[in-house]
Each structure stands twice: as C-alpha cells, then as structure tokens.
C-alpha cells in the first residue's frame, strides 16, 4: 500500500509521490530562538521525527532540511534590551534546544540552517519577486503586495476578495486569519537606534534585515530545490507563515513550491491552552525533573493522531510509562526465552507477519498511530501467551517476532531510548529503587495491597521493571538486576 497523506492545501489524502523516485525532500519549521522550546513545539517536533522515520522504513531516502530562525523581533529585542550581540541571545538557547532534542532521541536532519548564514539568497529571492513586479518599496522597506499575487490564501482558506494591500504588516507579528495584510519582505529604513545597534545587513534596498516569513522560503529552497516534495509544520505556522511562503517561493519561480502541506494540531496541558499565566508551559527538563522518563514522554507525545489536538497530561505519561515498560520487558523477556531454547510446537510467525501488515497499513494511512500501536501491543499479548504455555523455552518464530518489534521502533523509536535510560541508570536511582522496594515487600506483608499498587507504580514511572518471584522480588534498571529478599524469607 502506498504511503497517503492529508494535504492541507486540497483538504484531502494524497499519495506521497516525490518529485525524485525513492527521495523524499521534506523541510521542518524550526524554533525560533529567543527562548527555550517547551512541550507544545516539541508536539510538532517528534510528530515530524515520527514522519521522517517512517519515510526511511518505507525505503525513502530522506533529505530533511530544519531551520534555525535566529534573527526576528524576539530575538533582537532580547538582545537590546540586554546590550549584547545577537549571538549572545540564540546561542545558549539553541544549545538548550537541541539537549532537549537528543533527550528525546529525535534523529538529527541532514541540514540545520540558520537563518543568519542565509541573507544573501533572501536578498536574491527579493529581487525575483521585484523583477516580477509583486514588490513595492515604503520607507526603506520591501512588501509582498499580496494582491498581485492570484491565489493568495488558499492554504488558510482566505477569500481572495477580502484582501487589500491598503494596510502592512512592518514587523514578524502574528495576525488574525480574517486581517490578511502585505508582509515585509526587508526592513529597512529607520528601525530604531537599538534595532540597528543588534544586526544589519547591506542590501539594493539599504541596511536593514529580512522579513521572517522570507527566511524559510529561501533556505528550504536553496537545500531541497524550487518544489519541495513535503513542507510540515504546526498548525500555528498555516497562517500567516506558511500562506507567505507559499506566496513568495511560487511568485518568484513560478513552480509548485511543495507538493504536500502537513500540519499538526496544538497540544493540550490537563485540558487547558498552554499559557505562561497559568504555568503549564512545560519543558522537557522540568518533565524529566518530575521524574518522568524521556522515552515515556516521547511515547505520549506520540500517541495521539497528529491532526487530532492531544491532551498532554501527568495520568498520560504514567500510562506511557506502563506502555513503554511493557514492551521493553517483551523484548527482554522473549530474547531470553530464545536463549533458553525453541519450542517447535509452538509457532509465532504468522503472528508477526499479520502485525507487521497491520502496523504499516494503518501508517500508511495518514499516520494512523493508534492503530499502528494497537498491532503492535496485540502482538505483544499473542505472544506473551505462547512464552506462557511453552515457558522457559521460545515458540518457534520469536526471531521474526523479534525483527517485527524491533521495525516498530525504528519508527517510534522508544525502546532505543528506553535502552539508554536504562544504561545510564546512576546510583542514586539505585539506591531510591531499592528503598522502595523494600517498603513495598512491607506494605504486601501487612497485607496493604493498595501501598504497595502505588509503590509499585512510582517505580514503573522511573522506568524499573518489577518482577515478583516466589521468594523475592527482581528488580530490572536496563542490565542491572537488584534482588530485593521478602521479609521473614
């Protein structure tokens, strides 16, 4: 089956069908960094890990291009008001913002470019878009006149009637879908002492700096070409951002700037808009200083349809932290039944070829993880049952088994994460795992089930494995085994 999508612009599933057979050129809306990314860009990031992983089991070879917006009027009042260079202000933060990226195992895209190392080809992008007369000039700055643009809008659903060229957009700000405005292409003329202390670049046009929508036009087509086969984003970035770029790649060449638009919905905190006022702005350090695993955040982050909005809640990640456990103790425990030996009377490949049919139909359609997962975790009890009747030996077939969990995280990529949680387990987790533990053999021996269900869980969320034995109880952290003796025993 061939791999579909819902493309934002036709509203509709499309068929991936790349400008270059087997190469897939994809371009990513990065950060903009003027402060740290928090869990609500990492939604759109991780979906789009997701996609790219998915494209390379498919067989593609992915070219993935994700910018560094590191010049924008954040950026630069922040450096103003501090009286430092820009560099000062993007550096530290994009050094935070790709920490955060590697905690939760996001594979790093063939180019990185910031928007700084690319004024040139904006400024040659700036003179097509002039030499086709969809340009005008006002106090030193350059404007996209929309209205000269046919088309304009469609992406965001914007009625071409609507639109006027009376007003302008003179900085980056946000607007509303029903106020469509000329953007800024170049900012010249006189932007304040302060602006103009930050960062300028010479131009036909005068000093000045690009517009932001500019930057990502001009970097996705410098490293993918004039069409793109997919642009991605969230779905913040569909108006303006997006409709701009659109607008000032396609004026310029005349092409189909990309063949594919995806979006994805917001992500919710507990049912609530993220908000700084109300303190849900998570980031991912201050998920991991809670206690709550990388790979369990990852999974969450990843459970939800990626057009559907997600709920992103503290239950959830201790619900992804069972989910991922379990399948990490799968695979572990199903690598050590085939140590121990087959039993040929038991057969599980037929079970592995149907989930991994499964698994890929449902993501062939459109990403359709749930189902996905639902493939994968039926597997997962189909041949936990098989491990049961043929203990301590494997049923025949937990090879391919194998394969097939191990192809599901080449695309959801948890258990490789887990792994190096496990890894990098420290003494001081050590220590807390086994204290617990132990108040948890005392709860059960006073027959207080209900503190020791909870204990059991705050362990699971820390990504120990407990196994209850006849006279002990095991404890798994990645290769370290801890045996916790029962009380009296």
């Known amino acids: 089956m061939s791999l579909r999508l819902h493309d934002s612009l036709t509203r509709r599933l499309r068929t991936l069908e790349p400008v270059e057979s087997g190469r897939v050129g994809m371009y990513t809306c990065g950060?903009?960094?003027?402060?740290?990314?928090?869990?609500?860009?990492?939604?759109?990031?991780?979906?789009?890990?997701?996609?790219?992983?998915?494209?390379?089991?498919?067989?593609?070879?992915?070219?993935?291009?994700?910018?560094?917006?590191d010049v924008d009027d954040r950026t630069i009042?922040?450096?103003?008001?501090?009286?430092?260079?820009?560099?000062?202000?993007?550096?530290?933060?994009?050094?935070?913002?790709?920490?955060?990226?590697?905690?939760?195992?996001?594979?790093?895209?063939?180019?990185?470019?910031?928007?700084?190392?690319?004024?040139?080809?904006?400024?040659?992008?700036?003179?097509?878009?002039?030499?086709?007369g969809l340009t005008y000039e006002s106090d030193g700055s350059v404007y996209f006149a929309i209205s000269r643009f046919p088309g304009y809008g469609r992406l965001a659903g914007i009625d071409p009637q609507g639109l006027t060229s009376a007003s302008r957009?003179?900085?980056?700000?946000?607007?509303?879908k029903d106020d469509p405005r000329d953007f800024v292409l170049w900012k010249g003329g006189d932007r304040g002492g302060d602006e103009k202390a930050v960062v300028v670049w010479?131009?036909?046009?005068?000093?000045?700096?690009?517009?932001?929508?500019?930057?990502?036009?001009?970097?996705?087509?410098?490293?993918?070409?004039?069409?793109?086969?997919?642009?991605?984003g969230g779905v913040d970035n569909l108006f303006p951002h997006h409709t701009n770029e659109i607008a000032q790649s396609e004026g310029a060449t005349g092409k189909t700037f990309a063949r594919l638009w995806l979006h994805a919905e917001?992500?919710?905190?507990?049912?609530?808009?993220?908000?700084?006022?109300?303190?849900?702005?998570f980031t991912i350090p201050e998920l991991v200083a809670r206690g709550h695993a990388p790979s369990a955040i990852r999974y969450l982050l990843l459970s939800g349809h990626y057009r559907t909005q997600l709920n992103f809640t503290f239950d959830g990640v201790e619900a992804s932290e069972k989910a991922v456990t379990r399948l990490h103790e799968f695979r572990r425990r199903l690598?050590?039944?085939?140590?121990?030996g087959i039993d040929e009377s038991a057969d599980s490949s037929g079970l592995a070829e149907r989930s991994r049919a499964a698994f890929e139909s449902a993501m062939d359609d459109d990403l359709n993880v749930s189902e996905a997962l639902a493939a994968v975790f039926g597997l997962v009890r189909e041949v936990n049952h098989l491990l049961d009747t043929s203990r301590p030996r494997a049923p025949g077939g937990a090879e391919t088994v194998l394969a097939a969990i191990d192809d599901f995280d080449r695309v959801?990529?948890?258990?490789?994460?887990?792994?190096l949680e496990s890894?990098?387990?420290?003494?001081?987790?050590?220590?807390?795992?086994?204290?617990?533990?132990?108040?948890?053999?005392?709860?059960?021996?006073?027959?207080?089930?209900?503190?020791?269900?909870?204990?059991?869980?705050?362990?699971?969320?820390?990504?120990?494995?407990?196994?209850?034995?006849?006279?002990?109880?095991r404890l798994r952290l990645g290769a370290r085994t801890i045996v916790v003796p029962r009380p009296g025993l």
Not at 50 to 59: A, E, Q, S, T, V
Not at 171 to 176: A, C, H, P, R
Not at 204 to 221: I, N, V, Y
Request: hydrophobic content about 40%; overall charge negative; glycine content about 8%.
């Open 31 to 69: 950060p903009t960094v003027y402060d740290r990314a928090h869990i609500g860009n990492f939604r759109a990031f991780t979906w789009e890990d997701l996609l790219r992983r998915y494209l390379r089991f498919k067989g593609y070879e992915v070219e993935q291009v994700m910018n560094l917006t």
């Open 77 to 132: 009042a922040a450096a103003a008001a501090r009286g430092i260079p820009l560099g000062e202000v993007t550096g530290p933060v994009i050094e935070m913002f790709l920490e955060d990226w590697r905690t939760l195992g996001l594979e790093e895209p063939e180019h990185r470019p910031r928007a700084t190392g690319h004024v040139d080809g904006m400024i040659r992008l700036i003179e097509s878009l002039s030499a086709r």
């Open 169 to 176: 957009a003179t900085g980056d700000e946000e607007y509303d």
């Open 202 to 232: 010479d131009s036909p046009w005068g000093t000045g700096r690009p517009g932001w929508h500019l930057e990502c036009s001009a970097m996705a087509m410098q490293y993918l070409g004039e069409t793109l086969d997919i642009h991605a």
């Open 266 to 281: 917001h992500l919710l905190v507990e049912g609530r808009k993220m908000s700084k006022s109300l303190g849900n702005c």
């Open 335 to 340: 690598s050590g039944a085939i140590e121990a």
């Open 412 to 419: 959801f990529g948890v258990l490789a994460l887990r792994d």
């Open 423 to 473: 890894a990098d387990a420290d003494e001081e987790l050590v220590a807390w795992a086994t204290a617990r533990a132990g108040a948890r053999e005392r709860a059960r021996a006073d027959r207080d089930y209900a503190l020791a269900d909870a204990v059991r869980a705050e362990l699971e969320a820390r990504g120990v494995a407990v196994e209850d034995l006849a006279d002990r109880t």
